[in-house]
């Protein structure tokens, strides 16, 4: 169970729980699943515009390139 979160209130000089309502999870999960999604597509057009991922194409244009090395 996780522990029991408090904010003071400085009107009455005391700590109150806070109340995470279902909505309030709902809005955080959201919010993670989000910015895991933009960071995900971040690092996924940075390892594609580097050495050391290479795509069908650049693999196939480097085979041609060697080949007319070759001839």
Do not use: H
């Amino acid at each position: 169970m996780s522990k029991t979160k408090y904010y003071f209130d400085k009107d009455n000089l005391e700590f109150i729980p806070i109340k995470r309502t279902n909505l309030n999870k709902l809005f955080n999960l959201i919010l993670f699943l989000i910015s895991s999604i933009i960071f995900a597509g971040f690092i996924t057009v940075l390892l594609l515009n580097t050495e050391f991922i290479n795509t069908p194409q650049e693999l196939v244009q480097s085979r041609e390139i060697k080949n007319y090395e070759l001839q």
